[in-house]
């Protein structure tokens, strides 16, 4: 009775109409559908729960309250001065990747950001965004951003390469956060599930196992989208501030 | 040795970074402890940092899974 278990292939793309433009393909697929969804559900959440706008908010008003309050005193605290401007996209951000994670969490779902070319494509943005910004804002006066005050200039020799290092490899460690923290639950859970599957009445311990899971991955839904969007406030401030 | 097993050895090899996760986090929470039973009022402040801390902490062991499904699904 050995069922094969296929951990992977619930990270497969499925097209699920069909289109080609020119020999691009750019069919909507499964992944599409559910960053649809989860835009939508964002928007449903902001629009019509504000709606109303009652002084004594109901239930859904306070939950977008929150939210924007949530985000907005994570701009304000970590991004420093002269960052409000900046809350609209943090803000996009976070919930963008919160309901792409939880929305993953349904069973027979597809976890978007589970892919490394979603996470890295809101990566490379934040990054070259960040440095665009820190451009306008300090002109070539930026690159004193890698020359660290006060240091000595034998150590400069050794510190300005790795601190190039570690600023370009920001896009990197972002995307692959998020992506590794992603596909290693759902492995998990996949893989769990199998042996539940295999093993007939003992499969009530690797049951117990995926149900503990499902709430860490929950937890790690949460705090990813957290910490991409602290990472962010964090680098949105290194870039107008100058440490 | 052929490529399938070079690749298996290869990917439990590099599991063995989860080990550095496994004291980082624990180093982590352990000071979120240690800082609010000195000062329990401070726990509403120290408690964003650790939640911080622990994201990170877990990333790079992380990396190190990322490396070895990178060995068993790409080369």
Known sequence: MAIELHPLQQFEIQRIVPLQIGGIDISFTNSAL?????????????????RKAALVPGRWQSIAEMSYEFVADLVDTNAGHGARQFLPFVYTLFMFILFANLLGLVPWSFTVTSHIIVTFALAIVVFIGVTIIGFVKHGAH?????VPEGVPAVLLVLLVPIELLSYFIRPFTLAIRLFANMLAGHTMLAIFGGFAASVGLLAIFPVGINIALVGLELLVALLQAYVFAILTCLYLRDALHLH | ??????????????????VGAGIGIGNVFSALINSVARNPASQSQVQPF???GFALAEATGLFGLAIAFLILFVF
């Open chain 1, 34 to 50: 559910l960053m649809t969804i989860a835009v939508g559900l964002i928007t449903a959440l902001t629009v019509l729960g504000t």
């Open chain 1, 142 to 146: 930026f690159l004193r951003l890698f």
């Open chain 2, 1 to 18: 040795m052929d490529l399938a097993s070079a690749k298996m050895i290869g990917a439990g090899l590099a599991c063995i970074a989860l």
């Open chain 2, 50 to 52: 650790a939640f911080l």
